[in-house]
């Protein structure tokens, strides 16, 4: 079945810091491909999507691209920010490819930014 | 606003004493879910719902019920509770099956 997987952490960067997050993929066709986040206390938003390859989600300064032959939609941003400080969630959605009406998380990596 | 609520937000219960936690969204979706998040397994999926009186299992169903009368409410039922389904568990709802889901607060569960 489909399947993320997630660099595991945690991660601890100081403002300013790369953040990289990797994140792969197992899937039987073209999944959707997203990334969530949590920041403490609250539920998951979205943060960024991307629906078919070398598409490149972006949004508050983090980027991912959707790379099909190595099945991978890494997420990055060049410098954090203390705000950055959540939980992040690799996620697919191949509704079309297979009956699975669901998101595939990854298990999820924990980042906090110091000042 | 747009969004999912969910009530209660914390509970602390006993095993085996039957309880619901209510999801409801205010943005005409006809797709919603029901996940736990468990430390290390990042959201499992429960259930879901296509649209009124459509529901199927998620991945771990076992100890769970839902129900879909109306579009705009998907409550969660534990008829009998155990210490295993002590989580943290999310409401999120989309406009169809595939799209951005929309996620609730959360409700953390205690089952003693």
């Given at each position: 079945g489909d399947s993320v997987t997630q660099m595991e952490g945690p991660v601890t960067l100081s403002e300013e810091a790369f953040l990289t997050i990797n994140c792969t993929y197992t899937a039987t066709g073209y999944p959707s491909l997203f990334w969530y986040v949590q920041y403490p206390g609250e539920g998951l938003q979205l943060l960024l999507k991307a629906t078919k390859a070398d598409d490149k989600g972006s949004n508050k300064g983090f980027e991912a691209t959707y790379r099909k032959e190595t099945t991978s939609f890494h997420l990055e941003k060049g410098s954090v920010q203390v705000s950055d400080s959540a939980v992040y969630f690799c996620a697919l959605s191949d509704l079309f490819h297979s009956n699975d009406y669901k998101l595939s998380f990854g298990a999820g990596t924990t980042v906090t930014v110091r000042a | 606003e747009a969004q999912v609520t969910q009530n209660p937000r914390y509970l602390i219960t006993v095993t085996g004493k039957k309880l619901t936690v209510t999801c409801s969204q205010?943005?005409?979706?006809?797709y919603m879910s029901w996940y736990r998040q468990d430390p290390g397994l990042g959201l499992r999926q429960i259930y879901y719902s296509m649209n009124v009186e459509v529901t199927d299992k998620g991945d771990v169903p076992e100890g769970y019920k839902v129900s879909r009368k109306e579009k705009r409410n998907f409550p969660l039922i534990l008829e009998s509770p155990s210490p295993n389904q002590t989580s943290l568990y999310f409401c999120a709802s989309s406009y169809t099956a595939g799209h951005e889901q929309f996620f609730g607060p959360g409700t953390r569960l205690t089952v003693l």
């Open positions: - | 205010n943005m005409n979706h006809e």
